[in-house]
Nanobody, 113 residues
Framework: VYLVESGGGLVEPGGSLRLSCTTS????????MGWYRHAPGEQRELVAQ???????NYADFVKGRFTISRDNAKDTVYLQMNSLKLEDTAVYYC????????WGQGTQVTVSS
C-alpha cells in the first residue's frame, strides 16, 4: 500500500498550493480520504476529509480557503489551499480510512514572507 503526497513547498502569505495524494494497493473508492497536518510543537490535526460518496468535511480553520476533492479514476485525492496563512505551515499527511487506516509520508508546506 502506498500513499504518496506531492505539491508541498514554500509560498508567501496569501498564496496557493495544491497537494496531491496518489494511492496504490487499496480499493480507493471505498475509502474516506483525508488530509491532516502536524506543525512543530502541536498535535496532528484533521484538515479535511472526503467520504467515498464525495461529501467533504473541513476543520473550521480552513473553511472557505481549502477545498478537498477526489478523482476515483486516478485513485488520487487533492487539497487546494488558497489564502494561505503563516499558521498553515506544517507537514501535511494524506490519510485513508475504511476497514484499515493508512498514512502517507507527508509533504512540507511552509508559508513565509
Amino acid at each position: 500500500v502506498y500513499l504518496v503526497e506531492s505539491g508541498g513547498g514554500l509560498v508567501e502569505p496569501g498564496g496557493s498550493l495544491r497537494l496531491s495524494c496518489t494511492t496504490s494497493g487499496i480499493a480507493f473508492t471505498y475509502y474516506t480520504m483525508g488530509w491532516y497536518r502536524h506543525a512543530p510543537g502541536e498535535q496532528r490535526e484533521l484538515v479535511a476529509q472526503i467520504t467515498r460518496d464525495g461529501s467533504p468535511n473541513y476543520a473550521d480553520f480552513v473553511k472557505g480557503r481549502f477545498t478537498i476533492s477526489r478523482d476515483n479514476a486516478k485513485d488520487t485525492v487533492y487539497l487546494q489551499m488558497n489564502s494561505l496563512k503563516l499558521e498553515d505551515t506544517a507537514v501535511y499527511y494524506c490519510n485513508a480510512q475504511w476497514m484499515r487506516e493508512y498514512w502517507g509520508q507527508g509533504t512540507q508546506v511552509t508559508v513565509s514572507s
